[in-house]
C-alpha cells in the first residue's frame, strides 16, 4: 500500500552543526509533500513545504529537497537550537481532497 | 492561515463508555479530517468530516465507532463509542483549503482505564 517512511527513527545533534531528516514516499502520483514540527504535548506545526514541480525550497534556517527519481525527501535545518529539538514528521498529500498521509517521524535531540 | 481549537484537551475514561471531541477553526476551511496519535507514534487519519453529509473513513476505522459529525464549515465533533483502553490516544483535528497545508489543533488526549 501506500506509504511515507523514515530512514532513522532518531536523530543527536550538536547546537550549532546543521541537521537532515529524511523521509522515503512510495506514491509516485503525490504532487504534495510537507514537513511538520511536533513539540511534546502539542499539535504539528507546519515547518516548509515543497510541490512536485520543484525539487528544492528554502525557509528561515530549513531547507526542503526532493528527489522524485528515488522518492526522497529531505529536511535540513541549519544551526540547529535546542528549540529545535522535536519530533519531525515529513506527509504527502497524493490529491485525494487533501488528505496528508504521515511518515513515522524522527525525533530530533539537539545537545548543548 | 486557521486556529484549531479542540475540547477537552484531556480526559480520563472508564471503559465502555462514549467520550464526543469538538473542534472549531477559527475561519472556513473546506477540508477537515480527524487523525489518531497513539503513545509515541505517527498520525493516522481516521477519516475526512463531510460539511452536512457523513464522513468518509479510512481502512481500519467504522462509524459506529467513531461517528463524526460536521454541521458546517467551521466545527465538527468525533466520538469514540464504547471505549476500551486500547483506544487511549490523542485525538487531533484538522483543517485545510485541499490545496496544501494542514493546520491541527492541539489534540485531545484520551485515557481509558
Known amino acids: 500500500g501506500e506509504s511515507v517512511g523514515l530512514h532513522l527513527p532518531t536523530l543527536s545533534v550538536q547546537e550549532g552543526d546543521n541537521s537532515i531528516i529524511n523521509c522515503a514516499y512510495s506514491?509516485?502520483?503525490?504532487?504534495?509533500f510537507i514537513w511538520y514540527k511536533q513539540e511534546s504535548g502539542k499539535g504539528p506545526q507546519f515547518i516548509i513545504d515543497i510541490r512536485s514541480n520543484m525539487d528544492k525550497r528554502q525557509g528561515q534556517r530549513v531547507t526542503v529537497l526532493l528527489n522524485k527519481t528515488v522518492k526522497h525527501l529531505s529536511l535540513q535545518i541549519a544551526a540547529t537550537q535546542p528549540g529545535d529539538s522535536a519530533v519531525y514528521f515529513c506527509?504527502?498529500?497524493?490529491?485525494?481532497?487533501?488528505?496528508?498521509?504521515f511518515g513515522q517521524g524522527t525525533e530530533l535531540s539537539v545537545k548543548p | 492561515s486557521a486556529v484549531i481549537s479542540q475540547k477537552p484537551s484531556r480526559d480520563i475514561c472508564q471503559r465502555g463508555t462514549s467520550l464526543t471531541i469538538q473542534c472549531q477553526v477559527d475561519s472556513q476551511v473546506t477540508m477537515m479530517f480527524w487523525y489518531r496519535q497513539q503513545p509515541g507514534q505517527s498520525l493516522t487519519l481516521i477519516a475526512t468530516?463531510?460539511?452536512?453529509?457523513?464522513?468518509?473513513?479510512e481502512s481500519g476505522f467504522v462509524i459506529d465507532k467513531f461517528p463524526i459529525s460536521r454541521p458546517n464549515l467551521t466545527f465538527s465533533t468525533l466520538t469514540v463509542s464504547n471505549m476500551s483502553p486500547e483506544d487511549s490516544s490523542i485525538y487531533l483535528c484538522s483543517g485545510g483549503q485541499g490545496t496544501g497545508e494542514l493546520f491541527f489543533g492541539e489534540g485531545s488526549r484520551l485515557t481509558v482505564l
Open positions: 506527509a504527502e498529500n497524493n490529491g485525494q481532497g487533501g488528505k496528508l498521509i
Open positions: 468530516a463531510n460539511q452536512g453529509s457523513e464522513a468518509t473513513y
Open positions: 506514491n509516485s502520483a503525490s504532487d504534495y
